[in-house]
């Protein structure tokens, strides 16, 4: 079905959105819903952000994010503009969720089939680790029904919801383990270590190590649970997609347009200056990439108040990714693969100490498959390690290439070998991510997941300056697309109720409910 053309209803107030990335595309749709004129404004020459593409010789390689969960988050996002998400992209459910080996050769399947997963768990550790998982499954699910309204689905994370909530189920404070690490409650929910240390891998999701993370972070299972989807052709399509019904709906999209600094008079932003100079006013600007660019003052002076805990609070972890074409050989792959480390703990002791990992976990994504269709000899593939965040723009080029020897080396143990060995030209690197997104460290997650109240300390939409708002994964409800796209809901909502309340209409409403109080 072809792009709506429906009119969007005329626009008086002018909104400039910085930042391409999921969450600019999904503040610059729902403003443009709302009635607003958008510009949505990006120094790269592409829309999508940390969603992006490397070419290769069987197309473009998804080099960003892989896994989309909660895909009703996506649904209701192209249905505030009389859109069907199906009819722009094709999303396809993944019966296997990930495929995980250890170095002992052992392999387990989680599926969206939650029997099914518990039935390769008995086969892979016994029943009763099928038990545990179980058990597991229904604590986490407590969990996600509790804090999903007042935590991820409230603009602003609702404490007394949820200190009402917990007073009213008080089965949910062992469940949530407040004083725990997720490491520290998962060996006590796991006999097998092995289910421990996969389940560990979620604190990763989001940046962290599970050894320094809320227990709270196990609900990323449920999302996971409620369903895996590929996007044919690749992630990159769901950003084009987004870009191309904005663009339909009026958005103004420039991209290799760089905004050198947000225009501040008496405490409120009034526009942006590009760095040719010209400048764009506007009554509405959301800055849509890490805050912590702002706290730093690389926006303008006048902008530090602006979410300044994200210039001092410790980063989350990035990553080094391959993204290449090649044919592969040996162990069959899912779209999703995950190659764990022999030792748990020594990935995350290096990271801790800002070290790149002696022995990673591994996670290889394997792009064209899961998607119902016959699988070409050259398969385009992305592989993704964890990397600690670095101030240095420069990479050893010997250190690189020995690592690089070293992760081929350790996927051919697993029986993974590649032809033609992609070589480490072609790893994205911390130092190139913190080029991309300046400011940012190369962190790939906004701040760190660590600590018991780390998710109360990201900011929300709002800022202390007038006409300035926030959205992405570095701002409440946090990293990873789904929640970036939910940081824009909250992000729009906000603006339209703001747009609202101060108009002159409203203001005359007010004026006459206070005449006859």
């Given at each position: 079905m072809p792009l709506s053309n429906a009119p969007t209803r005329p626009a008086s107030i002018r909104a400039v959105v910085i930042g391409a990335g999921v969450a600019g595309l999904a503040t610059a749709l729902r403003l443009r819903a709302g009635g607003l004129a958008v510009s949505?404004?990006?120094?790269?020459?592409?829309?999508?952000?940390?969603?992006?593409?490397?070419?290769?010789?069987?197309?473009?390689?998804?080099?960003?994010?892989?896994?989309?969960?909660?895909?009703?988050?996506?649904?209701?996002?192209?249905?505030?503009?009389?859109?069907?998400?199906?009819?722009?992209?094709?999303?396809?459910?993944?019966?296997?969720?990930?495929?995980?080996?250890?170095?002992?050769?052992?392999?387990?399947?989680?599926?969206?089939?939650?029997?099914?997963?518990?039935?390769?768990?008995?086969?892979?550790?016994?029943?009763?680790?099928?038990?545990?998982?179980?058990?597991?499954?229904?604590?986490t699910s407590r969990l996600f029904q509790a804090f999903d309204a007042p935590m991820m689905q409230a603009a602003v994370p609702n404490t007394y919801g949820l200190v009402t909530k917990v007073l009213g189920q008080p089965g949910l404070i062992p469940a949530m383990a407040p004083l725990s690490s997720l490491r520290s409650m998962l060996a006590r929910q796991f006999r097998d270590p092995r289910l421990a240390q996969l389940f560990g891998r979620y604190a990763t999701y989001v940046g962290g190590a599970p050894h320094f993370s809320p227990a709270l972070l196990s609900l990323i299972w449920q999302a996971e649970a409620a369903g895996v989807w590929v996007v044919k052709g690749g992630m990159h399509k769901l950003a084009d997609a987004m870009r191309r019904l904005a663009e339909a709906h009026g958005v103004d999209i420039q991209l290799g347009t760089h905004v050198d600094r947000i225009i501040t008079q008496n405490g409120r932003a009034t526009g942006v200056m590009l760095s040719g100079g010209q400048t764009l006013s506007a009554d509405v600007i959301v800055y849509a990439g890490d805050p912590r660019a702002i706290a730093t003052g690389s926006m303008g002076a006048a902008l530090e108040t602006v979410a300044p805990q994200t210039a001092t609070l410790p980063r989350s972890f990035s990553a080094r990714v391959y993204s290449f074409a090649a044919h592969v050989e040996g162990r069959p792959l899912a779209h999703h693969n995950v190659f764990f480390a022999a030792d748990p703990d020594s990935e995350f002791h290096d990271l801790a100490a800002g070290r790149i990992p002696a022995e990673p976990t591994l996670y290889l994504c394997a792009e064209d498959r899961g998607q119902g269709t016959e699988i070409s000899p050259l398969e385009r593939f992305e592989i993704i390690t964890n990397a600690p965040a670095t101030s240095s723009t420069t990479t050893d080029p010997t250190e690189l290439d020995q690592w690089h020897h070293q992760i081929m080396q350790r996927l051919a143990a697993f029986n993974v070998t590649f032809t033609p060995t992609p070589t480490a030209a072609s790893i994205a690197t911390p130092q190139q991510f913190g080029t991309m997104f300046p400011e940012t460290m190369g962190a790939l997650y906004g701040q760190t997941p660590h600590g018991m109240t780390a998710a109360l300390k990201r900011p929300t939409a709002e800022t202390p300056i007038r006409g300035l708002w926030l959205a992405g994964g570095g701002t409440h409800p946090g990293a990873g697309v789904p929640m970036a796209t939910l940081s824009a809901k909250h992000a729009a909502e906000a603006i339209l109720r703001d747009r609202t309340s101060t108009s002159p209409s409203a203001r005359t409403a007010m004026r006459g409910g206070m005449s006859t109080a």
């Open positions: 949505l404004l990006d120094r790269h020459d592409h829309a999508g952000g940390k969603i992006r593409t490397v070419p290769s010789a069987a197309g473009p390689v998804d080099a960003g994010p892989t896994v989309l969960t909660m895909r009703h988050v996506f649904d209701e996002l192209f249905a505030c503009l009389g859109e069907r998400l199906d009819d722009h992209v094709t999303l396809i459910p993944q019966d296997i969720l990930a495929r995980h080996v250890w170095s002992d050769g052992s392999t387990l399947d989680l599926h969206a089939d939650l029997d099914a997963s518990a039935g390769a768990i008995a086969d892979f550790a016994g029943p009763a680790s099928a038990d545990d998982f179980r058990r597991f499954h229904r604590r």
